[in-house]
């Protein structure tokens, strides 16, 4: 069981001279985070496939005990919805995301708002995803020549992958979806998303991940005191239970993740709180 806080990326430029100390190199700005962080969502791979080599420099640049999260991409999740992932689902996985090694946490896939809850489709793309490094290899050798930057299709060792759901579309809000992922062994995403979107509270996996958008506006307000201790009292009863539990704070527009994500830690450590950590 490992409770583990960190933040959805770490290149902002705002951050530096505030979280960042003046004068940081950009090169050092992971080593920085993951030395007072336990986890890091990689988000970059949303947007576009990383290359091999920057997994590699990842995975090298931080402690020998941290984990990454990653975030699949939207190519499968927006442009594709779900559908003919045959291909480009190697495509993702071999992009790179296993040169992480042992510091290979659980892969995300976020919908759309769009994208209304259809059982089928769910259950037919949920069965593509690997539930092991060793699987995963195996289908990251089906790639095609969209990889510009080469390949990486082993696995440095076999053992279990995990997958959460992050779902925007009301529709979601059944009971015949939970128990879809109950059955699938899938997390759905516990988000604080200033109401926004669909909250759930309840776990259907052996691993719970949350991502915190935001209390009050999304990607922008952070988590006081009070919402802070809400957060922590519904991780700790999981953690009781002997579940890893993720979370990452994805309010970075306004520097709030990485103070509000040392913060959680802190408490969940039954450790005292640094009243005049932020630089700004």
Request: aromatic share 12%; no cysteine.
């Amino acid at each position: 069981m490992s409770v583990r806080v960190g933040i959805s990326g770490w290149t902002y430029p705002p951050w530096r001279g505030d979280f960042y100390p003046a004068g940081l190199p950009h090169r050092d700005e992971l080593r920085y985070a993951a030395e007072r962080l336990s986890s890091i969502e990689i988000n970059g791979s949303f947007y576009s496939l990383q290359r091999p080599t920057s997994y590699w420099h990842w995975a090298h640049e931080t402690p020998a005990d941290f984990q990454f999260s990653v975030k699949g991409g939207r190519f499968i999740t927006h442009m594709k919805r779900l559908r003919d992932v045959g291909v480009v689902l190697p495509n993702f996985l071999a992009s790179g995301v296993l040169a992480l090694g042992e510091k290979l946490g659980p892969i995300l896939w976020q919908l759309p708002p769009t994208l209304k809850f259809d059982p089928q489709l769910l259950r037919s793309f949920i069965g593509h995803l690997p539930r092991s490094t060793g699987e995963a290899a195996y289908l990251a050798r089906r790639h095609d020549d969209r990889l510009k930057h080469g390949a990486w299709k082993g696995a440095l060792s076999d053992r279990p992958l995990r997958h959460a759901l992050e779902v925007r579309h009301d529709s979601f809000k059944t009971e015949e979806f939970l128990t879809l992922l109950r059955e699938e062994s899938v997390a759905v995403v516990v988000a604080d998303t200033a109401g926004k979107w669909p909250q759930f509270l309840e776990t259907t996996a052996d691993f719970a991940y949350l991502r915190l958008h935001g209390a009050d506006e999304l990607y922008t307000s952070g988590y006081d005191q009070a919402g802070l201790e809400l957060w922590a009292n519904r991780i700790r009863p999981w953690a009781d239970r002997g579940m890893d539990v993720y979370v990452y704070f994805d309010n970075d527009v306004k520097v709030r993740a990485p103070y509000d994500a040392m913060a959680l830690e802190r408490m969940l450590k039954g450790e005292p709180s640094i009243a005049a950590e932020r630089h700004g």
